[in-house]
């Protein structure tokens, strides 16, 4: 599967702060299948959507 990635936030944010999981919230609230992942190679966080692929549009 493929993604998008709409954002990326710092692993390193403040205590008690989850700016990643907060943006992703408010994208889903708009219906935009919004998740957030680790991207462990730049110690950040993701939030994406997957991505529609021609072999997925019937």
Known sequence: MRRTVL???PAGG???SW???E???????EGVAAEVVMDLDSDA???????QTADSVH
Do not use: Y
């Open 45 to 51: 966080f993701l939030v994406v959507v997957p991505q």
């Open 14 to 16: 403040p205590r008690g």
């Open 23 to 29: 943006f992703a919230r408010a994208r889903r609230d």
């Open 7 to 9: 954002e990326r936030f």
């Open 19 to 21: 700016p990643a999981e």
